[in-house]
């Protein structure tokens, strides 16, 4: 923990310790919030005017002067961010995530109906990860993924990111949520402001989806939902009810998987709780 933490400052730090300098007077502001390491968001604040880049990809500035970009589960990666000002000034930074041990489990004897679903199951399963990956494509000029994040459920930590099984030998996809144990039936919470991308009641492995838009592709994803209190387009609020915990789905019983992405990019959400909105 005492190396998070530290990690966390010094990311803060060299922020700090080479703005000033590089930018003289036209550009006072660049902070970083966030862990540089695997599954972690970064959030940025500089002037609204700056340009910014991430391995020559620019990436969106809002017209507060915040922007954000994260690391895979499995980044090992060199990134170069560059920020720019409008009198040509420019700060280049090394970012490189450090390197995360996850949790693997092996079981054996996994019946063969388990491991390979019927085609018209896998037909269902394709269609709906069309639609999950259409909502976190979308880019939008939200910017409450600079203000922080709230657990949207009091429960039980049961599952974390990164985690991994293999069964009879054959890895499977990682876990790339965090798991609340709950019941059915108890409020889920919005972890940010935003607007609700996608509600799907019965989507074959996560049951009932739900995503929220929190602003340049910076989304929250709820699974095995049992319920919706809110519909696609809606603007919900911090802390606001939007849906039930379930076991909707391919879950063995009720509880809540909270996903955090930046588009494609699986995002840690308990790294996301440790966010710290930039002044």
């Known amino acids: 923990m005492g190396s998070s933490l530290n990690k966390s400052l010094v990311a803060l730090a060299f922020a700090a310790s080479f703005s000033a300098s590089a930018f003289h007077n036209t550009s006072q502001k660049f902070e970083l919030s966030g862990e540089i390491k695997q599954g972690g968001l970064i959030v940025g604040k500089t002037l609204p ?5 991430l391995n020559g990809k620019v990436i969106t500035v809002s017209r507060n002067g915040d922007y954000t970009f994260g690391f895979s589960r499995d980044d090992k990666q060199r990134y170069q ?10 700060v280049t930074k090394t970012l490189i995530p450090s390197i995360r041990e996850y949790n ?3 079981i054996e004897g996994i019946k063969k109906s388990i491991m390979q679903p019927n085609p018209k199951s896998v037909a269902r399963a394709q269609q709906d990860s069309k639609q999950v990956k259409a909502a976190r494509k979308i880019s939008s000029e939200l910017g409450y993924f600079a203000q922080g994040f709230i657990a949207p459920i009091k429960g039980t930590i049961t599952g974390v990111y990164g985690s991994q099984r293999v069964y009879n030998g054959v890895p499977k996809n990682p876990h790339f949520g965090l798991d609340y144990a709950g019941k059915t039936g108890d409020p889920v919470k919005a972890p940010a402001s935003g607007t ?10 996560s049951g009932g989806t739900m995503i929220i838009d929190h602003g340049q592709g910076v989304s929250s994803t709820f699974l095995h939902l049992s319920n919706s209190y809110v519909k696609q387009g809606d603007q919900v609020k911090q802390g606001q009810v939007v849906a039930a915990v379930g076991k909707s789905g391919r879950a063995t019983g009720p509880h809540l998987d909270w996903r955090i992405n930046w588009f494609g990019v699986k995002i840690d959400p308990a790294l996301v709780l440790k966010l710290q909105p930039l002044d």
């Open 81 to 90: 961010l560059v920020i720019t000002a409008v009198n040509g000034d420019r």
């Open 49 to 53: 005017n700056n340009t910014v880049t």
């Open 104 to 106: 693997i489990q092996r």
């Open 196 to 205: 609700v991308l996608l509600w799907v009641p019965d989507m074959f492995y």
